[in-house]
């Protein structure tokens, strides 16, 4: 990214925002590398921040100001974590050191007034405040206060993996948010539409294309050859029902082609792997390692494929990975289901491993929690992933296998130079 005049702004309340004092009890963390760190301005890989709005002030009367989650969350996700009070600390001026409601509510009007006061501007003071330059953002659109150089959108492409409308909710959900309403005449078209869908977003800024394809099926993905998809296509087309080997067999085939296109238009390619956000998803289909016969395909070797979350809990499996030359992973999510040592242990593996292809990322989400929202949350996995990258270098740094000027070097690569490089985003 090119220094524009808000470096000089944001980096000074970065700086004092990550306070050294939560982790004293870490002591084997070495004090000038986490302060150097610190310093570090950020790109985010994966996250689903929101656009600017303008709230109605009578939003900090609501009786449980903490909100409530969609279902029983992991313990650092959970609203009553009292790292939260660290955000509110750090983002509203929080003179508490407790989360009663009470008091919890003057954080959320002082969280309110600023977003009216700052309006559109409100997105990039966010990130201002956690140290974060530019981020990459995963939602349907992105709206007012997001724009580029810190925001780039990052559009859902699992649509195209179904070209007819089905009887699963989810799936005509995806085809909708990709715009596919009709059914397509023929293969050839359809494919057509896909290279002109691709086209657009490329011309519109985008940088990457994301699958969260293990919500709905495995990623083993095989190769299929053109005849075998354009039988299938053809069956369909008769007016025959798609047996479940065929749909699978189809989207195999769609998926090749949009890795390819992608490739080929320098889009890299991000899959979600690892947890879902669901408790009854499918943790298993998951799994890296199926995507193992993506990553060796030698027609797909121009795509970069990102795996988002490290595949975590397959965060061995994920590293191992990175071997291939143009596989990447960040550890977007990890940084609030984990805690920040065994955070530090899975990068100080990587680290040890292919420190080119490693990318911080927040996964800072909305929720109805008005206090543990997407501000939140990207703070604290800003903290967090500093102060595990410092414990992870710290030990590497004492073991002899890196010197003070490479730990610090590791660090902006992995917070900020290997995001700049793999998306040709121009760097400050
Ligand atoms: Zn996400």
């Known amino acids: 990214m090119k220094c524009h005049t808000f470096c000089s702004v944001w980096l000074l309340p970065a700086i004092l925002s990550l306070s050294l004092h939560s982790v004293s009890s870490q002591i084997s963390i070495d004090r000038q590398l986490l302060f150097e760190i610190q310093k570090i301005k950020a790109i985010d890989d994966h996250a689903h921040v929101l656009p600017a709005r303008n709230p109605d002030l009578s939003e900090g009367e609501r009786p449980d100001p903490l909100g409530k989650t969609p279902f029983e969350y992991p313990v650092r996700l959970r609203v009553n974590n009292p790292e939260y009070v660290d955000t509110w600390h750090a983002l509203y001026g929080y003179t508490h050191h407790d989360m009663a409601a009470d008091h919890a509510r003057e954080a959320l009007k002082a969280k309110l007034r600023l977003m009216i006061e700052k309006r ?243 996964d800072a989400y909305p929720d109805d929690t008005p206090l543990a929202n997407w501000e939140e949350k990207l703070w604290l996995a800003s903290r967090t992933s500093r102060q595990a990258l410092a414990l992870a270098l710290s030990q590497m740094m004492r073991a002899g296998q890196i010197t003070r000027p490479r730990a610090v070097e590791l660090a902006r690569m992995v917070l900020h130079d290997n995001a700049a490089k793999l998306y040709g985003l121009e760097t400050h």
Request: avoid cysteine.
């Open 120 to 362: 559109t501007e409100y997105p990039s003071w966010v990130l201002d405040q956690a140290g974060i330059e530019a981020i990459l953002v995963n939602m349907p659109l992105l709206g007012p206060g997001q724009n580029a150089p810190r925001f780039f959108w990052v559009p859902r492409a699992d649509g195209f993996l179904f070209p007819f409308a089905s009887e699963e909710e989810r799936i005509n959900w995806f085809r909708k948010e990709v715009g596919l309403d009709t059914q397509p005449s023929s293969m050839g078209e359809y494919l057509d539409t896909l290279r002109r869908q691709l086209d657009r977003w490329k011309n519109a800024g985008t940088v990457a294309i994301k699958f969260a394809i293990a919500y709905v099926r495995p990623l083993d993905f095989a190769r299929v050859p053109d005849d075998e998809a354009n039988r299938i296509f053809e069956h369909v087309r008769q007016d025959k029902k798609l047996s479940t080997h065929d749909s699978k067999t189809l989207q195999d085939f769609l998926f090749h082609f949009m890795a390819r296109e992608a490739g080929r238009r320098g889009l890299a390619v991000q899959i979600h792997t690892g947890i879902g956000a669901q408790p009854y998803f499918d943790i298993a289909g998951s799994n890296p390692m199926l995507l193992e016969t993506t990553f060796n395909d030698t027609a797909l070797r121009q795509t970069k494929f990102v795996m988002l979350h490290g595949g975590w809990p397959f965060d061995r499996e994920a590293g191992a990975m990175l071997i291939k030359p143009n596989v990447y992973a960040d550890f977007s999510a990890q940084v609030f289901l984990r805690s920040t040592e065994a955070l530090s242990q899975t990068l100080r593996a990587w680290l040890e491993w292919y420190p080119e292809k490693i990318l911080f990322g927040s």
